[in-house]
């Protein structure tokens, strides 16, 4: 059984940076993306970042250039480092394992995803 458990969220200031980890337990082969999503209560999910096993990254737009996905050797700890971080940022953040497959982040942003979801960590970023 894969559990997945995010840490590292908490406040910060606008304009400040944040480091999100993902521990992985269980084993994830060589199928298996993982990834980071946002939300907000009442907003929709969003997919912001994603990696395949051999190490390929995908970004959503607004991700880029912002936050960088990254993942070490063991292929146990996904990280999120997360940069000039705005308000607009503030959500909670999910770390999610699942088959790799076309257009990965949207689909998790859909409802009722499949995959692995860890409890989720709380970033909250003060104007």
């Known amino acids: 059984q894969v559990r997945l458990v995010e840490s590292g969220g908490g406040s910060v200031q606008s304009g400040g940076s944040l480091r999100l980890t993902c521990a992985v337990s269980?084993?994830?082969?060589?199928?298996?993306?993982m990834g980071w999503f946002r939300q907000v209560p009442g907003m929709r999910r969003e997919g912001l970042a994603a990696?395949?096993?051999?190490?390929?990254?995908t970004y959503a737009d607004f991700a880029k250039g912002r936050f960088i996905i990254s993942r070490d050797n063991s292929k146990t700890v996904l990280s999120l480092q997360m940069n000039s971080l705005k308000p607009e940022d503030t959500a909670t953040y999910y770390c999610?394992?699942?088959?790799?497959?076309?257009?990965?982040?949207?689909?998790?942003?859909?409802?009722?995803?499949?995959?692995?979801w860890g409890q989720g960590t709380q970033v909250t970023v003060s104007s």
């Open positions: 990696i395949d096993y051999h190490g390929t990254t």
């Open positions: 269980g084993y994830l082969d060589s199928r298996f993306s």
């Open positions: 999610v394992a699942d088959y790799t497959g076309d257009r990965w982040l949207q689909m998790h942003e859909l409802d009722n995803p499949t995959g692995y």
